[in-house]
């Protein structure tokens, strides 16, 4: 059973920074791909950032520039590391894993971007 355990959120002021982490249970190597994505109140759930096996990492425009993720193959954790917030980054944000075509999700951490 494959498990993801965030952590992280909280509330930020505009312009602050978060780093949000994802612990899984196995290998990083064995998944097809990890990444993070979000869901807003009224909105579904949306790509943020998500590295595929050999590299290749992808960015939802709206945080180009601002966000990265990355990983650390030996703690077998994925980082998303959030800089320049926005009151429109508000979400519950969730860790993903991929492997052999299952889909796998955390619980999800709340960030709250606000004044």
């Known amino acids: 059973q494959v498990q993801l355990v965030e952590s992280g959120g909280g509330l930020v002021q505009p312009g602050g920074s978060l780093r949000l982490s994802c612990v899984v249970s196995g290998s990083i190597f064995s998944f097809n791909a990890m990444g993070w994505y979000r869901q807003a109140p009224g909105k579904e759930r949306e790509l943020v950032a998500i590295i595929i096996r050999g590299g290749t990492i992808n960015y939802a425009d709206s945080v180009k520039g601002r966000f990265a993720v990355s990983s650390d193959n030996a703690k077998n954790t994925v980082y998303l590391q959030m800089n320049s917030l926005k009151p429109e980054d508000t979400a519950v944000y969730y860790c993903?894993?991929?492997?052999?075509?299952?889909?796998?999700w955390g619980q999800g951490t709340q960030v709250t971007v606000s004044s």
């Open positions: 993903s894993a991929i492997q052999a075509g299952n889909w796998y």
